[in-house]
């Protein structure tokens, strides 16, 4: 169960980077919970992030002072939010600007503070009072901070995709009705004039059954097609995201940029749990800033196991799991092991044309180049599934990081010294 639990984890924290960082620079949130007694103090967290990691992004589930000072100077972006309760009270002028004065000027710009968010998965609270006063406590805390002349800090609030009364297939993604015209068509506005993102928590975990379980972690499966527009989907996260832009898009608010502020997987679950391209396929074009769930395990988060180890780092800063975010250091910190010398991604001997076939589908479904293995192409020759294999799964290989999982295939792959090109067909490197 664990190792089962760290692979899903591997895939999908790098197949939502995939899907949504550039290739060449890109900005790695996380979401820095403090459930737990076991924690670093903030100045040693601050510290570590700048110094050892490429996260440039922190959110935070109040506007914890101690965390807010810890992290002046440090360049990384921090998003605070405002307490589900406290929500009634600052749908007033006064008390807004009263929080501002209190949670914010005393540490921006020196911390900096880019979003906050108001409260925390409301609509799932199913707390009428709160929901009714979301949306004017959104408004009146913009106001707030405008009256401070702070124009950059960004107001939005996080939503769970319970949100949603449809979302499968992703083109019929409607909102709950109710809800669609009375809160978000009134919520989006406010987004689109401020130019704020729209704030969702997509979580394959939360939504997968075991015979899906490639489909939410981004490996090789057959995909669930969208009859509608002809899609096929090979990952549950695309699909997810697509179905909140549907539903926007039916009120008219197709335009108002989307942020995923949580997203994540449990290292370890309970017994009975099983554990370069831009956009979706409704937005090929889209980029969206991501906050990974969580920094930390937290041991103290009530609810099952896996709860409690969504964490990248244990508390003394050693990782779950290497997934690409330590930089390089000779200070005896981890790092990610990079292969020495070149190295080409190929089939085991042992693997199957089935199980090959999978790979080739799923590489070429990502954007990879595979006009080299199609009729015409200097790699069609030999036509045989375990040739096209061999160069569909380097080419990802290459192109995804040259880290070792990128060749893992589901343990169909294997790293090579020799160089597999042949003829005028030349492998990438």
């Known amino acids: 169960m664990a190792l089962l639990a760290l692979q899903s984890l591997r895939f999908v924290i790098f197949g939502v980077s995939a899907l949504l960082f550039s290739a060449t620079a890109y900005s790695i949130g996380v979401n820095y919970g403090t459930l737990a007694d076991n924690l670093p103090p903030p100045a040693q967290v601050a510290n570590f992030l700048k110094t050892r990691t490429t996260i440039d992004q922190i959110k935070i589930f109040d506007s914890n002072p101690d965390i807010l000072r810890a992290f002046a100077n440090t360049g990384i972006g921090v998003t605070v939010t405002v307490g589900n309760g406290d929500i009634p009270a600052i749908t007033k002028l006064p008390a807004a600007r009263d929080w501002v004065a209190t949670h914010i000027l005393p540490f921006y710009p020196s911390t900096k503070i880019n979003y906050v968010a108001v409260g925390n998965e409301i609509m799932a609270t199913a707390d009428k009072n709160l929901i009714a006063h979301l949306v004017p406590a959104m408004k009146t805390l913009h106001n707030a901070l405008v009256l401070a002349k702070i124009t950059d800090i960004k107001v939005s609030t996080p939503h769970s995709l319970g949100i949603l009364s449809i979302s499968e297939p992703p083109s019929v993604g409607r909102f709950r009705r109710g809800y669609d015209k009375v809160v978000f068509a009134p919520m989006l506005e406010f987004h689109r004039q401020t130019k704020s993102p729209f704030m969702v928590n997509p979580y394959p975990y939360f939504g997968f059954s075991p015979n899906m ?80 769930f969580s920094l930390f395990n937290e041991n103290l988060k009530p609810g099952s196991t896996a709860e409690r180890n969504f964490g990248l780092f244990r508390p003394d800063f050693t990782p779950v799991y290497d997934i690409g975010i330590l930089k390089q250091s000779a200070g005896g910190a981890p790092t990610p092991t990079k292969p020495s010398g070149k190295k080409w991604c190929v089939p085991k001997p042992d693997a199957t044309d089935e199980a090959l076939q999978s790979n080739i589908n799923y590489v070429c479904s990502t954007g990879v180049d595979c006009k080299p293995i199609q009729p015409g192409g200097a790699c069609y020759n030999p036509n045989t599934i375990r040739s096209h294999a061999s160069y569909a799964m380097n080419a990802y290989y290459q192109t995804s990081g040259r880290h070792d999982f990128n060749c893992d295939f589901a343990n169909t792959g294997v790293l090579a010294t020799s160089d597999p090109s042949h003829g005028p067909c030349q492998y990438i490197s």
């Open 213 to 292: 379980l490639n489909y939410c972690i981004f490996k090789p499966n057959r995909g669930v097609h969208d009859k509608f527009t002809g899609i096929t989907y090979t990952n549950m996260f695309d699909a997810q995201m697509d179905a909140v832009y549907s539903a926007m898009k039916v009120l008219g608010y197709g335009d108002v940029e989307i942020m995923v502020a949580e997203t994540g997987w449990p290292s370890l679950g309970d017994p009975n749990q099983v554990g370069l391209r831009q956009g979706t396929p409704l937005m090929p074009n889209r980029r969206f800033q991501t906050y990974l």
